[in-house]
């Protein structure tokens, strides 16, 4: 089945910098790639995603950019806010046909902190 | 317009017990997934419902099961608890066409 590796576990930045996250998936199918960001008590909130007919997606201070032949995707957080101190979460999916995306496969997340 | 709703928000239980966790979609859609995530982890695929069936289902034993009502909310259920049960479970609603996810703030279980 699909595998999802997710660096770094943890992040520390100083208000104002960049953030990176990158993953890596095993399934070559997966196409389509979400991005969540997960607070403290809360469920997972989808931040952005990309699907694999695309290379790179921005919304604002966040992108997102997609490598298929490495197998390999990014989120990108500019201009870091302490408001954007949480844990993140990237997946990967297969969505064919008439199928949804319902089963997402998870990083094991990266936790965000933004020094003010 | 509500999200996805998940109820209780906590439970405690006890090892062997039965468990029934309840789930809302978001307003207009009709396919629900549910997940378990243990702490420190992303969260991992049980199985997903439409149309009052089990469409995929991810490596969890038969002790989980669920349901799926023509209101489109749904149930997860967990026989004979374990204490590795203890997570939350989170459900998410969609589309039953290829379209985000989008999760409840979950359930959190512990067995004691």
């Known amino acids: 089945g699909e595998n999802v590796e997710q660096h770094p576990s943890t992040l520390s930045v100083q208000e104002g910098d960049s953030a990176v996250i990158k993953c890596t998936y095993s399934?070559?199918?997966?196409?389509?790639f979400p991005w969540y960001k997960q607070e403290l008590g809360k469920g997972p909130q989808l931040i952005i995603d990309i699907r694999s007919n695309v290379g790179e997606k921005k919304d604002q201070r966040i992108a997102v950019t997609l490598n298929k032949t490495a197998k390999h995707f990014s989120l990108h957080i500019t201009e870091t806010q302490p408001e954007d101190s949480a844990v993140y979460f990237c997946?990967?999916?297969?969505?064919?046909?008439?199928?949804?995306?319902?089963?997402?496969?998870f990083g094991q997340g990266t936790i965000l902190t933004v020094h003010p | 317009d509500a999200g996805v709703t998940q109820s209780p928000t906590h439970l405690i239980k006890t090892r062997g017990q039965q468990v029934t966790l309840r789930c809302s979609p978001k307003s207009g859609h009709d396919t629900v997934s549910w997940y378990q995530q243990a702490l420190g982890q992303g969260p991992q695929f049980i199985f997903q419902y439409y149309e009052e069936e089990e469409r995929q289902r991810g490596n969890f034993p038969d002790r989980f099961s669920g349901h799926q009502f023509p209101n489109y909310s749904s149930e997860l259920n967990v026989n004979a608890l374990l204490l590795g049960d203890s997570a939350l479970y989170l459900c998410a609603s969609s589309l039953p066409q290829p379209s985000p996810l989008h999760f409840g703030n979950g359930t959190r279980l512990t067995v004691t």
């Open positions: 399934d070559s199918a997966s196409n389509y």
């Open positions: 997946a990967a999916s297969i969505g064919a046909g008439g199928t949804s995306y319902g089963k997402l496969t």
